[in-house]
């Protein structure tokens, strides 16, 4: 089945503490994306990556970083996380083209104390 | 840089009846998409409709249409027949034809309806 993962669904943490946010697809696109989803801001995007070692930032990249060692998969890292970054974070992948459509991952709810 | 607005915080409408979403947004290009995307209460992101501005005719997808205006640079989804399976949010978001894949989202309309 076609498909985007993330890892984990749910997550509470505190301010300071390194965190990993795992992103996988197998779909071998090149193109994959985070956003964030914040209420009466709707969903915002943080960092892409075009391939494999290309990667580039988005509209709210401060505080994140990522890497594409791999062509399917798409860390979201967090390297001190602030009560600011609470949000919910989707992963989306495609091929790059016109009439392409995204496919997302079932979100992960992130809470940071 | 592009933008997305809906203007509709909450909308309701009663079961088997029609609710139109709003959607504005603002570009210089002349070549790109737009989309209707549901995200019920599992959050899962559903691609509803999706629009080619080259395209004069309206999208539609069973109950779902919109209404595309190129020029005022309005996109609104009319929902017909309405469901409790359509209570959701809905966001409006926009795509460049060129260069990378980035979506542009509006701020979201969370639809309910009533029986």
């Known amino acids: 089945e076609a498909q985007v993962t993330q890892n984990p669904r749910y997550l509470i943490t505190v301010t300071g503490k390194k965190l990993t946010v795992t992103c996988s697809q197998n779909?071998?696109?090149?193109?994959m994306s985070w956003y964030r989803q914040d209420p009466g801001l709707g969903l915002r995007q943080i960092y892409y990556?075009?391939?494999?070692?290309?990667?580039d930032k988005g509209d709210v990249p401060e505080g994140y970083k990522v890497s594409r060692k791999e062509k399917r998969n798409f860390p979201l890292i967090l390297e001190s996380p602030s009560p600011n970054q609470t949000s919910l974070y989707f992963c989306?992948?495609?091929?790059?083209?016109?009439?392409?459509?995204?496919?997302f991952g079932p979100g992960t709810r992130l809470t940071v104390t | 840089a592009q933008t997305v607005t809906q203007s509709q915080p909450e909308m309701s409408v009663q079961e088997a009846e029609t609710v139109t979403l709003s959607c504005t947004y603002d570009?210089?290009?002349?070549?790109?998409?737009l989309f209707w995307y549901k995200q019920p209460p599992s959050r899962q992101m559903i691609l509803v409709i999706r629009?080619?501005?080259?395209?004069?005719q309206n999208a539609t997808e069973n109950r779902f249409s919109v209404n595309f205006q190129k020029a005022a640079k309005s996109f609104s989804l009319k929902i017909s027949d309405s469901q409790l399976g359509d209570a959701a949010m809905y966001f409006c978001?926009?795509?460049?034809?060129?260069?990378?894949?980035?979506?542009?989202f509006g701020q979201g309309t969370r639809l309910t309806i009533n029986p």
């Open positions: 990556s075009m391939n494999v070692e290309v990667t």
């Open positions: 989306a992948s495609s091929f790059f083209g016109r009439d392409v459509e995204q496919y």
């Open positions: 779909m071998n696109h090149e193109y």
């Open positions: 570009t210089s290009e002349s070549d790109y998409y």
């Open positions: 629009q080619e501005a080259y395209k004069q």
């Open positions: 978001a926009y795509r460049s034809a060129q260069g990378a894949q980035k979506l542009v």
